[in-house]
T-cell receptor, first 113, second 114 residues
Framework: DSGVTQTPKHLITATGQRVTLRCSPR?????VYWYQQSLDQGLQFLIQ???????AKGNILERFSAQQFPDLHSELNLSSLELGDSALYFC????????????FGPGTRLTVL | AQSVTQLDSQVPVFEEAPVELRCNYS??????LFWYVQYPNQGLQLLLK??????LVKGINGFEAEFNKSQTSFHLRKPSVHISDTAEYFC????????????FGGGTRLMVKP
């Protein structure tokens, strides 16, 4: 158990819908990262937040957005969902903004029908 | 830009045999290198990391990896595998100039047979 929690574990929804994925980092970690794992794209970095502020951005679509709240949990919002958004979404956390070790949560499996 | 190539998508091996999972990276600056393991229906767990110093890095579960700067490689090895090592293994790189984001390879599925 990494100490990173993600909810829900599974999510099934329809095209065009909007969903919110939630992540709670390890106690004491200030950075949260979101990654997407899909069969065709592999594991891709989406976005990083550090202490409430966006720190780095990767291959995140405009339809996707994220935020980190004062209690340091983070939410990833996915809107206008398409079939191709079906994937495993991982959250990871680390102590600082540039701290090397990231601890991964169990993931949320999103299925878009 | 940085990239990671894992040369084998699947590696079948018999129990108690040695195994090497290959990883090559490209980056124009200094890098930090990682190997993660993903067991079925689970998240990623850090196996080992190279930040600096000795090029031979030892990790958990008897795994080790060697950083070779001239060949831009970071191959993962284990002298004797167990059935429980069956999993997906990911090599990842973080460059000095890329924040703390990790760039992952495509993964190698290690299949240990009895």
């Amino acid at each position: 158990d990494s100490g990173v929690t993600q909810t829900p574990k599974h999510l099934i929804t329809a095209t065009g819908q909007r969903v919110t994925l939630r992540c709670s980092p390890r106690s004491g970690d200030l950075s949260v990262y979101w990654y997407q794992q899909s069969l065709d794209q592999g594991l891709q970095f989406l976005i990083q937040y550090y202490n409430g502020e966006e720190r780095a951005k990767g291959n995140i679509l405009e339809r996707f957005s994220a935020q980190q709240f004062p209690d340091l949990h983070s939410e990833l919002n996915l809107s206008s969902l398409e079939l191709g958004d079906s994937a495993l979404y991982f959250c990871a956390s680390s102590r600082g903004a540039d701290y090397n070790e990231q601890f991964f949560g169990p993931g949320t499996r999103l299925t878009v029908l | 830009a940085q990239s990671v190539t894992q040369l084998d998508s699947q590696v079948p091996v018999f129990e108690e045999a040695p195994v090497e999972l290959r990883c090559n990276y490209s980056s124009s600056v200094s890098v930090y290198l990682f190997w993660y393991v993903q067991y079925p229906n689970q998240g990623l767990q850090l196996l080992l990391k190279y930040l600096s110093g000795s090029t031979l890095v030892k990790g958990i579960n008897g795994f080790e990896a060697e950083f070779n700067k001239s060949q831009t490689s970071f191959h993962l090895r284990k002298p004797s595998v167990h059935i429980s090592d069956t999993a997906e293994y990911f090599c990842a790189v973080r460059s000095n100039n890329a924040g703390n984001m990790l760039t992952f390879g495509g993964g190698t599925r290690l299949m240990v047979k009895p």
